[in-house]
């Protein structure tokens, strides 16, 4: 009784909304109230007078704008603000107030090749660069105008039923056919530098992007590590001894194997005595490994039908296999022509790239097979006179004796292993050389290099591992 009583006397207080209601009733409107619409017998009987049914939403947006077009009913745009465009450049005041901390910063910022770009997309992209954002842009941006933006005037119907059909039309896209519309690209991890240090130091929230070095080495990278389809040769000669041709065969065979998936190798075809195995794995190593040559691997050819069964013959550096050369004065300079292709042909069985250490000279007699099956050259020189003359000669003989696309596509590689004195013009000696071949890269004088001992990579200058770096992509490069 008392909820009844509390119910009545709320309902008295309201008489207004009571007569709305019983307003609505007796109207029967189904507009008014938003119920849905009751069918009568008539409009079962007669389909003319039956609400119509869209199979689309196409065709529901359709009759509508021609119900719009009909009335002349304007649909209702919602009104965004214009983005603020922030100036072009801080004023000069406020340039010059920072502390001489700043421009520290700053001067860091350039000696890295700070990419603006790059720092703009992580500015959009990081949280709590957008959580202060409007602290700096309030004070950097102008307020937006009191006075809307005029609203352009809405498209033309037939324009809008052409849209919605192209969009209905054209295929969905899916994880599996474009999975680059779903996932943002992310950025290279920085390495070293200044770059590397925000990076590690905000725990990968601050990410500026690579240096323009290290994209140069991701690059070099890249074109080394490219996949060959068949097995290719490199030979490395030159005119004259101890000018780094041996070195540079071990420096960059070490090269090919860091960054190549598949394992390189290197074939000692010195007539004299070459000394590839001992620049690899250093004297002790190999006097202590079972002394397998060249000569060895001829004698028994015919029964090697496998990788295992080569591997006998071989030594190995890391992931470089080598082929050590004859030792024995009386029988080094017995190899031929003949029985360096047959070399050749068993170790493209197994090696994509091979690397062919040629010795002194050009017309000692495995000279022609190694020039026959070789797909470009290595041409050693140096920053003496000498040693520059010789490698023009060396490509001069090349061109006149039938192999003038090899001298043409060779790279020559001057290495400074003497640190010739100052009086010696290396910008002369290198515009000498690069006019008659295809690409020239100087190796800087290094310790590692130029003792004649062992060669590792880890011991080497980052100019001269850069430079191997080059030479190997050179070589590539002209497989591909």
């Given at each position: 009784?008392?909820?009844?009583t509390?119910n009545?006397?709320?309902?008295a207080?309201?008489?207004?909304?009571?007569r709305r209601?019983?307003r609505?009733?007796?109207?029967?409107s189904d507009?008014?109230?938003?119920?849905m619409p009751i069918t009568?017998?008539?409009?079962v009987?007669?389909?003319a007078?039956r609400?119509?049914?869209?199979?689309?939403?196409a065709?529901a947006?359709?009759?509508a704008?021609?119900?719009?077009?009909?009335?002349?009913?304007?649909?209702?745009?919602?009104q965004?603000?214009a983005?603020?465009?922030?100036?072009?450049?801080p004023?000069?005041?406020?340039?010059?107030g920072f502390?001489?901390?700043?421009?520290?910063?700053?001067?860091?910022?350039?000696?890295?090749a700070f990419?603006?770009?790059?720092?703009?997309d992580?500015?959009?992209?990081?949280p709590a660069?957008?959580?202060a954002?409007p602290?700096?842009?309030?004070s950097?941006?102008?307020?937006?105008?009191?006075?809307?933006?005029a609203?352009?005037?809405?498209?033309?119907?037939?324009?809008r039923?052409?849209?919605?059909?192209?969009?209905l039309?054209?295929?969905?896209?899916?994880f599996?056919?474009?999975?680059g519309?779903f996932v943002?690209?992310?950025?290279?991890?920085p390495v070293?530098?200044l770059?590397?240090?925000?990076?590690?130091?905000?725990?990968?929230?601050?990410?500026?992007?690579?240096?323009?070095?290290?994209?140069?080495?991701?690059?070099?990278?890249?074109?080394?590590s490219?996949?060959?389809?068949?097995?290719?040769?490199?030979?490395?000669?030159?005119?004259?001894?101890g000018?780094?041709?041996?070195?540079?065969?071990?420096g960059?065979?070490?090269?090919?194997?860091?960054?190549?998936?598949?394992?390189?190798?290197?074939?000692?075809?010195?007539?004299d005595?070459?000394?590839?195995?001992?620049?690899?794995?250093?004297?002790?190593i190999?006097?202590?490994?079972?002394?397998?040559?060249i000569?060895d691997?001829l004698?028994?050819i015919e029964?090697i039908?496998?990788?295992?069964?080569?591997?006998?013959?071989?030594?190995?550096?890391?992931?470089l296999?080598?082929i050590a050369g004859?030792?024995?004065?009386?029988?080094?300079d017995s190899?031929?022509?003949?029985?360096?292709?047959r070399?050749?042909?068993l170790?493209?069985?197994?090696y994509?790239?091979?690397?062919?250490?040629?010795?002194?000279?050009?017309?000692?007699?495995?000279?022609s097979g190694?020039?026959?099956?070789?797909?470009?050259?290595?041409?050693?020189?140096?920053y003496?006179?000498?040693?520059?003359?010789?490698?023009?000669s060396?490509?001069?003989w090349?061109?006149?004796?039938g192999y003038?696309?090899l001298?043409?596509?060779?790279?020559?590689?001057?290495?400074d292993?003497?640190?010739?004195?100052?009086r010696?013009?290396?910008?002369a000696?290198?515009?000498?050389?690069?006019?008659?071949?295809r690409?020239?890269?100087?190796v800087?004088?290094?310790?590692?290099?130029?003792?004649?001992?062992?060669v590792?990579?880890?011991?080497?200058?980052?100019e001269t591992?850069?430079?191997?770096?080059?030479?190997?992509?050179?070589i590539?490069?002209?497989?591909?």
């Amino acid at each position: 009784m008392d909820n009844n009583t509390a119910n009545a006397a709320a309902e008295a207080k309201q008489p207004e909304l009571r007569r709305r209601r019983d307003r609505r009733r007796g109207e029967d409107s189904d507009a008014r109230t938003g119920t849905m619409p009751i069918t009568t017998s008539d409009a079962v009987d007669n389909p003319a007078a039956r609400p119509l049914r869209r199979n689309s939403w196409a065709e529901a947006a359709e009759a509508a704008d021609e119900r719009n077009a009909a009335t002349g009913a304007v649909p209702v745009i919602r009104q965004v603000p214009a983005t603020p465009v922030p100036p072009a450049a801080p004023p000069a005041s406020a340039a010059q107030g920072f502390g001489p901390a700043t421009n520290l910063a700053e001067q860091a910022f350039d000696e890295q090749a700070f990419d603006e770009e790059a720092f703009e997309d992580f500015e959009a992209e990081s949280p709590a660069f957008e959580a202060a954002a409007p602290l700096c842009r309030r004070s950097a941006v102008p307020a937006a105008p009191e006075s809307a933006p005029a609203v352009p005037a809405p498209p033309a119907r037939a324009t809008r039923s052409a849209s919605r059909a192209a969009a209905l039309t054209s295929p969905a896209p899916d994880f599996i056919s474009s999975p680059g519309l779903f996932v943002r690209e992310q950025k290279p991890r920085p390495v070293g530098g200044l770059r590397g240090a925000l990076y590690s130091l905000t725990g990968g929230g601050l990410n500026l992007g690579p240096s323009a070095r290290q994209r140069e080495e991701d690059e070099l990278a890249r074109r080394i590590s490219r996949q060959l389809q068949g097995s290719y040769n490199t030979a490395v000669l030159s005119l004259k001894g101890g000018i780094g041709k041996t070195s540079t065969t071990v420096g960059v065979g070490l090269t090919l194997a860091e960054f190549r998936g598949d394992p390189p190798c290197a074939i000692d075809a010195n007539p004299d005595s070459g000394d590839l195995v001992e620049r690899a794995l250093g004297e002790g190593i190999y006097q202590q490994q079972t002394p397998r040559t060249i000569t060895d691997l001829l004698k028994n050819i015919e029964s090697i039908d496998s990788l295992t069964a080569l591997a006998r013959y071989m030594h190995h550096a890391g992931r470089l296999h080598l082929i050590a050369g004859e030792q024995d004065p009386e029988v080094s300079d017995s190899l031929t022509a003949e029985e360096y292709l047959r070399i050749r042909k068993l170790i493209s069985a197994y090696y994509s790239v091979a690397l062919t250490d040629c010795g002194t000279g050009v017309t000692h007699n495995a000279m022609s097979g190694i020039l026959q099956s070789a797909d470009n050259l290595i041409i050693a020189a140096g920053y003496a006179v000498s040693g520059a003359k010789r490698a023009r000669s060396t490509l001069h003989w090349l061109a006149g004796h039938g192999y003038e696309e090899l001298a043409r596509n060779a790279i020559v590689v001057i290495t400074d292993k003497d640190e010739v004195s100052s009086r010696v013009d290396k910008d002369a000696i290198e515009d000498h050389l690069s006019g008659i071949c295809r690409q020239l890269i100087a190796v800087p004088h290094d310790r590692g290099v130029a003792d004649g001992d062992l060669v590792t990579l880890d011991v080497l200058r980052p100019e001269t591992r850069r430079a191997y770096r080059e030479i190997a992509a050179a070589i590539v490069d002209g497989y591909v």
